[in-house]
Each structure stands twice: as structure tokens, then as C-alpha cells.
């Protein structure tokens, strides 16, 4: 198994550019999410979701979206680059009484 | 939503010596409380966890309590090794959905 897979592990974007995180799990988990990691502030909730088909907002979801079209894949976009949106992504899946989240192994992004 | 509360921010220690770090939420829907590991660099890991039926689990130098009346729960590193060394964030979240962490504990264990 390859665990949970995200794509690319280092991005640079201009103000206003638009992108997808990729993240893939192989280990058929109906929870996946997505977090950013901000020096201080601990690991925050964009987006998650409970199986194909549902998804829903965590605690910083303005300029994101996901979509959950199979249970394997989880994408985010940014609709349109902020300098706010400099940070560290993770992605994280697991199952129902499973322990805790497997993370990936997240992606740099840095918006200029 | 959940909000998770984490203390302190920054710990160091004599090796040798124990470390507590403690955690407070505000969901008592909440059932689920793990602790992760970050190296730096590297993603989070999972160390241990406790579910809400259960007041303490150890697993060899580590343990965490939880107090479901007061909203809190703490993990205790014992005899710590500079290997130890690392950020360690706590959570909570309700049978794994919208699980939300705290701001992390940067743990120094010093040889």
C-alpha cells in the first residue's frame, strides 16, 4: 500500500493563479481531509469529507474547494492564489474506528 | 465546531526527565482524543490515542488521561530520550469526523 499520496510536494504560484492539490489514498478509507500547517497555529481544517459523493467545511474554508467523486481521491483547489495562502498542506484519511488519521506527506505551497 | 486548547507551547527537558503536555476541548460530543508526532519536515505521526469510554492507556514510555467532566486530556512522555525531541499536537473529533488539533507543544529533550 502506498498510503496517502499527494501531488506536488512544492508548488510556487502568482497572486491570482488557480491549482489543485492532488491526494490519493489506496487503503479504501471513507474520511479524508485536508489541513494547513501555519508556524504557531497548529494543523487547521479546510475541507472534509465522510465518503464519495459528501463533503464539508471545516474551520478555514474560504478560497478552497473539494470535491469527492471516488473514494480514493480528494482534490483541493484554489480558485485564486493568495499570499494568505502561503503554508503547508496535508492530506489525511482514515476509517471508522480506526486510529487517528494517516497523513500524507503534504505539499509546500508559496504564493508571490 | 470543536476547539482544542494546547499547553504549553514549548517544553524542554533533562533527559531522563518526564514531560506532560495537556490539551483542554469544548465539544462534549467529542469521543476520540489522539496525539501525533512531527519531526521536522516530516508529516504527522500517531503515537497513541484514547477514546472517551477510557480514563488512561500507556503504551511503554508514553500515556495519556482523559478527564471527560472537566474537557481535559494530557500526555506523559517518561524517562525522556533526546530522540524524543520533536512538535507534538493533540486533537479531538467526534468518531473521526472534522477533527480538529491544537496549536502543538515544540518538545526539547536536552542530553
Known amino acids: 500500500n502506498a498510503g496517502v499520496t499527494q501531488t506536488p510536494k512544492f508548488q510556487v504560484l502568482k497572486t491570482g493563479q488557480s491549482m489543485t492539490l492532488q491526494c490519493a489514498q489506496d487503503?479504501?478509507?471513507?474520511?479524508m481531509s485536508w489541513y494547513r500547517q501555519d508556524p504557531g497555529m497548529g494543523l487547521r481544517l479546510i475541507h472534509y469529507?465522510?465518503?464519495?459523493?459528501?463533503?464539508d467545511q471545516g474551520e478555514v474554508p474560504n478560497g478552497y474547494n473539494v470535491s469527492r467523486s471516488t473514494t480514493e481521491d480528494f482534490p483541493l483547489r484554489l480558485l485564486s492564489a493568495a499570499p494568505s495562502q502561503t503554508s503547508v498542506y496535508f492530506c489525511?484519511?482514515?476509517?471508522?474506528?480506526?486510529?487517528?488519521?494517516?497523513f500524507g506527506s503534504g505539499t509546500r505551497l508559496t504564493v508571490v | 465546531g470543536e476547539n482544542v486548547e494546547q499547553h504549553p507551547s514549548t517544553l524542554s527537558v533533562q533527559e531522563g526527565d518526564s514531560a506532560v503536555i495537556k490539551c483542554t476541548y469544548s465539544?462534549?460530543?467529542?469521543?476520540?482524543f489522539p496525539w501525533y508526532k512531527q519531526e521536522l519536515g516530516k508529516r504527522p505521526q500517531l503515537i497513541i490515542d484514547?477514546?472517551?469510554?477510557?480514563g488512561e492507556k500507556k503504551d511503554q514510555r508514553i500515556a495519556v488521561t482523559l478527564n471527560k467532566t472537566a474537557k481535559h486530556f494530557s500526555l506523559h512522555i517518561t524517562e525522556t530520550q533526546p530522540e524524543d525531541s520533536a512538535v507534538y499536537f493533540c486533537?479531538?473529533?467526534?468518531?473521526?469526523?472534522?477533527?480538529?488539533f491544537g496549536a502543538g507543544t515544540r518538545l526539547t529533550v536536552k542530553p
Open positions: 484514547i477514546r472517551s469510554n477510557v
Open positions: 469529507s465522510v465518503g464519495a459523493g459528501i463533503t
Open positions: 486533537a479531538a473529533s467526534d468518531n473521526n469526523n472534522d477533527m480538529r
Open positions: 465539544d462534549s460530543a467529542s469521543n476520540y
Open positions: 487503503m479504501n478509507h471513507e474520511y
Open positions: 489525511a484519511s482514515t476509517s471508522q474506528g480506526a486510529d487517528g488519521y494517516t
